[in-house]
């Protein structure tokens, strides 16, 4: 089960989005750049992005909802064989875990 509280933690996020690009063998262009939505309920939580000069990544928490959707684009391959990265495989420890 997710972790509601790192989810909805802005400083949380960051960290998680800089050590996972820099696992992963990415440079930072900018960022990470995150900031609060405090939508409807279910819709609250916090939103990032890092600019990357090999393109982006991005991540939508829902602390209500305990879920989170990342988003990792890249211009040269990465990961396994270069399939979808798994969190469980993560490069980088998932603070958002209960």
């Given amino acids: 089960m997710a972790n509601a509280r790192a989810l909805d933690d802005e ?4 960290e ?4 996972l690009v820099a696992a992963l063998g ?3 262009r900018a960022g990470p750049l995150c900031g609060r939505e ?4 279910g819709k609250n939580g916090i939103s990032g992005a890092v600019i990357l000069y090999e393109s982006h990544a991005a991540i939508h928490t829902y602390s209500q909802l305990r879920a989170a ?3 990792i684009f890249s211009c040269v391959p990465f990961g396994a064989a270069n399939r979808p990265l798994r969190i469980n495989e993560s490069p980088v420890n998932w603070p958002f875990q209960s």
């Fill in 69 to 71: 959707f990342l988003d």
């Fill in 16 to 19: 998680f989005l800089k050590k």
């Fill in 26 to 28: 990415m440079r930072v």
């Fill in 38 to 41: 405090r939508g409807a309920p």
């Fill in 11 to 14: 400083i949380e996020v960051a």
